[in-house]
């Protein structure tokens, strides 16, 4: 895998990977049959050293990733726009790995984990969601088989 062509920029695995744990969405990106990218923004979280989310029970990335697995996901963490620098400071993470779907105990897992992240407050009210309209989505993971990250501070 190639490293970020601006070395001076490159930030540790290990603050690519924090930069992962608190960001607030990400962008996946796959491609489709005809070779065409798709990137779409999505809400996740990042638990043993995957990428989870859920989706409906079709659509365009389930299909893109049924065709090819491969994913990307992209995560931009704080950004500060430096106007007379003609610059912008920033931080960013991509993971690289293959997206498969999860059931059982690892997907009810990730569902909570979702819960917890996005919803801290509406615990016992998210539980019960997921009891009730759980069967109506599924749960993704990209196993992650590469992160790298560059930053401007």
Known sequence: ??????????????????????????????????GQPYGV??????????IYFHCALSG???????????ASFCVVGG???????????????????????VSGTERHDALLWLLEKYSPDFIEEGKLYIE???????VLKI???HVSGKARR
């Open 143 to 145: 196993e992650i088989g």
């Open 60 to 70: 365009h990335k389930l299909d893109n990733i049924e065709h090819n697995a491969k």
């Open 132 to 138: 009730q309209k759980g069967q109506a989505t599924k």
């Open 1 to 34: 895998m190639r490293n970020v062509r601006r070395s001076d920029r490159e930030i540790t695995i290990e603050e690519a990977r924090a930069i992962l744990e608190k960001g607030e969405y990400g962008i996946l990106s796959t491609i489709d049959a005809g």
């Open 79 to 101: 950004t500060k726009v430096l106007p007379d620098k003609f610059a912008t400071e920033y931080e960013s993470a991509v993971a690289f790995g293959v997206a498969s779907e």
């Open 41 to 50: 923004p999505l809400s996740y979280v990042y638990k043993n050293d995957g």
